[in-house]
């Protein structure tokens, strides 16, 4: 997008749109105050969001009602997944009022760089991956990486199995994973072989769904969710530097059983707020043998005395693995050196 420069006239009008959504907010968060002091909302009750659109939520009470809330003034950003106690406004909606901890917290850098929550209380990471088009194993490196680095349980899912003689060689590089202590699995969203198993395995908490495009995302997930249609969480907010589109996470429930937490933003999650020093979480067997490296900066590279590249040279470690690791780590100093 080229960067118009902006007339006087047009500056204006932002600052005056801008300053009037400010006044609103400043006036919908004093009724809230006053609503609660006066005790005209009702009792507080537990929800879960499952839906976010700029300053409203949407709310699903325990008796699986939804309801759209804003929320008190005080309380942090709020995303997709939270658990919260809201209390409804007997002329519509309700007030989100506290929040409960949350167990897990994907976040991802907005377009200033700045690292915004983007979903809670994701209890699993699952990485698509498929022969075509052909997933690079340093990408499911890359995303072990981001999931390890949030603490979220990461699984690796080879779909298109029926496609498996387009790149026989993913066989091995699955078993490799396992070997690693990763959990794997296959399967073939289109002949549905193993999505029984895929099925038990969302089966409780929150899951999501990452991988590039074309592995088959939408797929498994349409058969996750036959009756269910997919809103796009696409939202316009127009922002001091002008108009950008931003993606909303939505909770759908499987029926069933278990939760899929999904936007476009989700999907394609990515790395970039790792830092170099939190890139071992993803590789374990090789933070082991770092730990036997003569020199504590030890950069694994040319050094003498690194038993990283003596483990990988007496064949205990994976080649590959290693070399996915210093290329995740030459772009995350790339990454850093930009800012
Ligand atoms: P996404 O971009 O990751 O959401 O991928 P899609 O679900 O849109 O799938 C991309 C293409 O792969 C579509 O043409 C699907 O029909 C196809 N596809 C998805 N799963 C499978 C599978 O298990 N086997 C085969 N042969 N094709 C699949
Ligand atoms: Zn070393």
Redesign the pocket.
């Known amino acids: 997008m080229s960067k118009r420069k902006l007339t006087r006239q047009q500056q204006h009008r932002i600052q005056k749109v801008q300053d009037e959504r400010l006044a609103r907010a400043q006036k919908k968060a004093d009724k809230i105050e006053s609503q609660l002091e006066g005790g005209e909302l009702g009792e507080a009750r537990r929800g879960l969001i499952i839906a976010h659109y700029g300053i409203t939520t949407e709310v699903e009470a325990e008796d699986g009602t939804t309801v759209r809330c804003h929320k008190r003034s005080n309380l942090p950003p709020l995303v997709t997944g939270d658990q919260v106690i809201w209390q409804p406004d007997p002329q519509e909606g309700g007030v989100i009022v506290a929040t409960e901890e949350r167990r897990t917290l994907l976040s991802r850098p907005d377009s200033r760089g700045q690292l915004r929550p983007v979903a809670s209380n994701i209890d699993r990471i699952i990485i698509?991956a498929a022969p075509t088009p052909r997933t690079p194993a340093n990408l499911i490196d890359r995303y072990l990486v981001a999931a390890a680095h949030d603490e979220i349980h990461p699984i690796i899912l080879l779909?298109?199995s029926?496609?498996l003689d387009q790149a026989p060689d993913m066989v091995r590089e699955m078993e490799e994973y396992r070997d690693l202590g990763y959990e794997t699995h296959a399967v073939?969203?289109?002949t549905e072989e193993g999505m029984q198993a895929i099925r038990a395995l969302v089966a409780d908490g929150n899951s999501v769904f990452v991988?590039q495009?074309?592995?088959?995302?939408?797929?498994i997930i349409a058969a996750l969710l036959p009756d269910e249609v997919i809103r796009v969480g696409a939202i316009s907010e127009a922002t001091g530097k002008g108009k950008h589109t931003t993606t909303t996470a939505a909770l759908y429930h499987i029926p069933g059983a278990g939760n899929l937490i999904d936007s476009p933003g989700i999907r394609e999650f990515g790395l970039w707020h790792v830092e170099t020093d939190s890139l071992f979480q993803g590789f374990p067997e090789l933070d082991d043998a770092a730990g036997r490296c003569k020199f504590r900066d030890c950069a694994h590279e040319t050094e003498p005395g690194c038993a990283v590249r003596a483990a990988v040279e007496s064949g205990k470690l994976l080649p590959r693995r290693y070399h996915s690791f210093l290329s995740i780590r030459d772009s995350l100093n790339e990454v850093s050196m930009r800012k």
């Open positions: 698509v779909n298109k029926d496609q073939s969203a289109q991988g495009s074309g592995v088959g995302k939408s797929s």
